[in-house]
């Protein structure tokens, strides 16, 4: 076998070709586009890259063959946000072959290694972990915009190398509308709890406008870093320059009636980003996005082939947690499916296993789990004590508020 560092644009090609070949008539899996993929990549396209570094490998056997690609990379902003310094991998893909996977496994370690690293989660990716983070283990569907898909193999290669279980994210789904087109009830305790709220002075809620996009962005941002600074102990704050990007870059399927925001006397407390399901479109793109899937795309959007809903993220201030404010918003988007025969379905995705609170919430719409993911760690300095993300928070809550 051969790994070498992708380099030219003939491996880069095959960066990108090589998983359309690995999946071929998997009726599951969506080709990501080929541009967003270089993006993460592109000095230009992902600020991370000025603050880290990235690398991309390509393996071939003896007969010259890809059988595995990965990428590794170092955030240099979050890289000391751990108990250890932390790199990632990603974009791995590999045949069945567990030597073939244990050659990738170790050009990542050496590399994060020579820099530093301590350890390495993955798969991870180099960006927001709200898109292409973790591997699926549980749940072979077709994945929503942003979720990973991979082969079951993979998991058993993860394990054997030495990867251990860093955090469980959980997917759930909910019917919006039956077969026979008609619109679901949300829980009747849900209903109970936004009228009540929506009745009490200073509550108002608002969806997004490209129009005011400036002023939804700080809002977002503010609630934001409120909401997860709690989760992380040295959390990195949302930057409002990249949501003003990924808005940007996301504008053409945004439906502005998905996103919502609830304020308290005008101070923004919470906020609920849905966005329709690409994947249902990307499908039939095998990657590409030239002039004649561009043209196609319009017409997917315009007669309304996305019928599906990921939730992206969302957030609620510290003080207004418990008051149902989440009821509220949901009860607002409740009204927007009524409207919008179209959607059909909804994924709430994903909730960390150490998010006992957001679990509660999904499961009290009446949504199920459907899908499991792990981000994994590796500690390349073995003598480091591994610890599971939740008892890392458990312990940082408790020396923050002196709670056992």
């Known amino acids: 076998m051969q790994i070498s560092v992708v380099n030219t644009p003939d491996e880069r090609r095959e960066f990108l070709n090589f998983p359309k070949r690995l999946y071929m008539g998997d009726p599951f899996w969506v080709c990501p586009l080929d541009a967003q993929t270089e993006d993460i990549f592109n000095?230009?396209?992902?600020?991370?890259?000025?603050?880290?570094?990235?690398?991309?490998?390509?393996?071939k056997d003896e007969e010259g063959r890809t059988i595995g690609r990965m990428a590794a990379f170092i955030d240099g902003t979050r890289v000391s946000a751990n108990r250890q310094p932390t790199g990632g991998i990603g974009f791995f893909e590999v045949t069945g072959n567990r030597e073939a996977a244990f050659t990738l496994f170790d050009a990542g370690r050496d590399w994060l290694a020579e820099r530093g690293m301590e350890a390495m989660d993955g798969p991870v990716n180099f960006g927001e972990n709200d898109n292409n983070w973790g591997l699926l283990v549980e749940g072979f569907m077709q994945q929503g915009f942003g979720m990973p898909y991979n082969k079951k193999y993979y998991k058993d290669f993860f394990e054997e190398y030495g990867f251990r279980n860093y955090f469980e994210q959980y997917s759930y789904h909910r019917t919006v509308r039956g077969p026979d087109g008609r619109l679901e009830q949300f829980p009747e305790r849900i209903m109970k709890i936004?009228?009540?709220?929506?009745m009490r002075p200073g509550y108002s809620f608002r969806h997004f406008l490209f129009s005011e996009k400036d002023k939804f962005v700080n809002d977002l941002v503010q609630i934001y870093n409120s909401a997860w600074a709690v989760f992380k102990k040295d959390f990195t704050p949302l930057d409002p320059a990249f949501l003003q990007e990924t808005f940007s870059k996301t504008k053409a399927i945004i439906d502005e009636d998905l996103i919502w925001f609830a304020y308290h006397n005008e101070r923004p407390i919470a906020f609920f980003l849905l966005l329709p399901d690409l994947n249902q479109i990307i499908k039939h793109f095998n990657g590409r996005l030239h002039l004649w899937n561009k043209i196609r795309f319009v017409w997917y959007r315009s007669t309304h082939k996305m019928t599906r809903m990921r939730a992206v993220a969302g957030g609620v201030d510290p003080s207004y947690q418990n008051s149902g404010v989440e009821s509220a918003i949901f009860y607002n988007l409740y009204e927007v499916f009524r409207k919008k025969p179209w959607y059909n379905e909804?994924?709430?995705?994903?909730?960390g296993d150490f998010n006992p609170k957001m679990t509660a919430i999904y499961e009290a719409l009446g949504a199920?789990?459907?899908?499991?993911?792990?981000?994994?760690r590796y500690l390349i300095n073995n003598k480091l004590e591994f610890i599971r993300y939740r008892d890392e928070l458990a312990e940082w809550i408790q020396q923050v508020t002196g709670e056992k």
């Open 43 to 59: 000095r230009e396209k992902n600020y991370l890259l000025r603050k880290g570094e990235a690398v991309r490998w390509i393996l």
């Open 194 to 198: 936004a009228g009540w709220l929506s």
């Open 346 to 351: 909804l994924e709430l995705s994903w909730v």
């Open 368 to 376: 199920h789990r459907a899908k499991t993911h792990i981000t994994y």
